[in-house]
Each structure stands twice: as C-alpha cells, then as structure tokens.
C-alpha cells in the first residue's frame, strides 16, 4: 500500500507573510489535497528574539484568507525542544558535535587573516577554529560557563554515513554536498536548536512525506540528507520551486520590505483571483 502523501508549510512568526510566502503554502497544500493526502502547519518560533505572537496570529488569519486549512492542530518549535536536545545528545554521544565558543568577531577576524577563505551558499565557512580544541580545553571551558554554541563536524559525519543522495522534483536525483556548508550549527547560543536540526527532526517526527519550499532552501538540503542519515531518520521527496520577484527581479523577502498578503487584503485584493494567479502554471 503507497504511504499517503503529507506535505507542510513552515513559516517563521518573524513578520507577516509576503506573497512568495503564499504561493509555497499553496503548493504543499495542493500537493497534498491533489493526492488525498494530509496538509500540515508548523510554526518554527525557535528565535526567542524575532518571533511574537501577533505573528502567529497573522500568518493563520493570512493562510485563512487564502482558502487554506490544515489536517491537524498546528506544530509550535518552541514546544518541541526535548526532540531537538535527543538528537543533539546522539550526534554528541558519536563524537560529531563540538562545542564552539566563538564570537561573530572572532570568526570574522580568523577568515580575514586566511588568504583564501573557502564559500559555502551562504558565505565564509566557520574556519574550524574549536574544532581545534582538544577535549580538555573543551570540558574545562563548558565548566567555566562560557557561552557556546554546538557545531557538527561535518568531515567526520560524512566518513561515517558514506555517499548519499536524495531527490528533488525539478532537478531529479541529486548527491549530496554537505561540505559546501561547513561545519553547521546545530544549536545556538541563544536558543538550544538550529533551523537545520529543528526542521530535520521535526518533518521525520511528523511523517512529512514531501517537503515543499523554494529554491533558496535547495542547498541546505544536502546537510538536512546528511542528518537524516546520521540520526537514522526517513528522507522525503523534495520540491524546491522558483521564488517570485518583484519588479526589479528581486526575489521576494520579509528584510526587503515586499508587500505582505495582509496589506494586500487591506487594499481590497480579490483573494479568489490572487489565488488562481499564484496557480497559474510556472517553470
């Protein structure tokens, strides 16, 4: 019997939702009605700083406005974090989680002093500088109390799970780079998770069969595979569709200002004929 088809949206309650945002929401939420299957809401408010509760508010009353529903309760990160702090005690108990005490500016001044600091999607890769540590200056430091986030140590995670791959909708069968992004973080100083644990951890715990979201998302794949395998999680399919652009070509973004879906309904937009637009056929 083929497993049914569970599909979610994932929004942050940082701001209001742009378009860009309504249109993923439509496609993981066609996707699954198309296939009688179940549509799902998470709210990842893991940011203690950014994320308020009008924002959760907002984004429901925006998904509403849109003719969206949703097949259970939604998910809140924040009530979610004993699952996050297992899985990071499982990469920490295989020796592939560190903890590192640099600051912004310590990692900035080391990646200015190398002659040819490697890029990652998102920049400068973190150059490895507590990686260094050994396990003394670690345990004694963690003692002390100072401040740390956790990292994995991708070179080490990789040699352990091996070659792997996953499959995107639009690209088709795609081998995973995790390298490119370094030694990500897993948990922050500031809050006990990272965006690339949380979400692994929760589309596994939640069944989610398909994951929908944009291109920009693409390349943070290849580490999501990659703790997928380590923690012994199933892989969904992938559908990374295109962002949409304003005039200028820019893509839309909460930080650039892009006009959101609730000052297009206060200026009287048609949510019917907004809908079957963002449905229109694209590349």
């Not at 997928?228 to 200002?257: M, S």
């Amino acid at each position: 019997m083929a497993k049914m088809l569970i599909s979610r949206f994932a929004p942050s309650p940082t701001g209001r939702l742009h378009l860009g945002h309504g249109f993923s929401a439509l496609r993981a939420y066609d996707l699954a009605r198309a296939a009688d299957g179940r549509f799902l809401l998470r709210i990842e408010d893991i940011d203690p700083a950014r994320c308020r509760p009008e924002h959760v508010a907002g984004i429901i009353e925006d998904l509403a406005w849109l003719g969206l529903d949703w097949d259970e309760p939604p998910v809140f990160q924040s009530q979610r974090l004993p699952l996050y702090a297992a899985a990071l005690d499982r990469l920490k108990a295989a020796g592939l989680a560190y903890p590192c005490f640099c600051t912004r500016t310590r990692i900035a001044v080391e990646i200015a002093a190398s002659a040819a600091a490697p890029h990652g999607p998102d920049g400068p890769l973190y150059p490895g500088i507590c990686r260094r540590l050994s396990d003394a200056d670690r345990a004694a430091r963690i003692a002390a109390g100072e401040a740390h986030a956790w990292r994995l140590d991708v070179e080490k995670a990789e040699a352990l799970a091996g070659p792997l791959t996953w499959h995107d909708a639009r690209a088709g069968a795609v081998t995973a780079i995790p390298a490119i992004h370094g030694d990500i973080v897993l948990a922050r100083k500031d809050a006990p998770t990272s965006y690339h644990l949380a979400v692994t951890v929760d589309d596994a715990a939640q069944g989610v069969t398909d994951v929908v979201r944009g291109q920009d998302l693409f390349a943070a794949t290849h580490v999501h595979r990659l703790l997928q395998a380590l923690l012994g999680l199933p892989v969904p399919r992938y559908h990374h569709h295109a962002l949409l652009t304003d005039d200028r070509g820019e893509r839309l973004a909460k930080r650039a200002g892009s006009p959101t879906l609730a000052s297009m309904r206060a200026g009287g937009a048609d949510a019917g004929k907004l809908v079957a637009q963002l449905r229109k056929p694209r590349p």
